[in-house]
């Protein structure tokens, strides 16, 4: 079990930084996060935090298809579901979010770190 979750604690570090590019013309991930748009969820996955701007919705929208692709290819590597695998994510990303970024608790309430 130690070394299904070290392995997947680097397939996760990998998928981060994947993730964390933008297009040139959109709002990236990083970004919408300093400025209090978007902030990870339980599930791992991103969300709105307030009421979105298309630049957002589609940010939202694209990470989130981008994440649960690299679950799913986790999860059937691994054995795993694809929830569990979005759990232990959202568990590392929250961890590791800096200063003032928005995380949603089990309640779904926002809360700023």
């Known amino acids: 079990?130690?070394?299904?979750?070290?392995?997947?604690?680097?397939?996760?570090?990998?998928?981060?930084?994947?993730?964390a590019a933008p297009p040139a013309d959109a709002i990236g991930l990083q970004a919408a996060?300093?400025?209090?748009?978007?902030?990870?969820?339980p599930s791992g996955f991103v969300a709105p935090v307030k009421s979105p701007t298309a630049?957002?919705?589609?940010?939202?929208?694209?990470?989130n298809a981008q994440r649960r692709s690299e679950y799913q290819r986790i999860a059937s590597r691994n054995g795993l579901g694809v929830?569990?695998?979005?759990?232990i994510t959202a568990e590392k990303l929250i961890n590791g979010l800096p200063r003032g970024v928005f995380y949603q608790d089990a309640r779904g309430s926002w809360l700023r770190k």
């Not at 079990?1 to 998928?15: N, P, S, W």
């Not at 630049?55 to 990470?63: I, P, T």
């Open 33 to 41: 996060r300093s400025q209090g748009l978007v902030g990870e969820t």
């Open 1 to 19: 079990m130690r070394r299904l979750r070290l392995g997947l604690a680097a397939l996760v570090a990998a998928l981060v930084l994947t993730l």
């Open 55 to 63: 630049d957002v919705r589609k940010l939202v929208s694209e990470v």
């Open 83 to 87: 929830e569990q695998v979005g759990r």
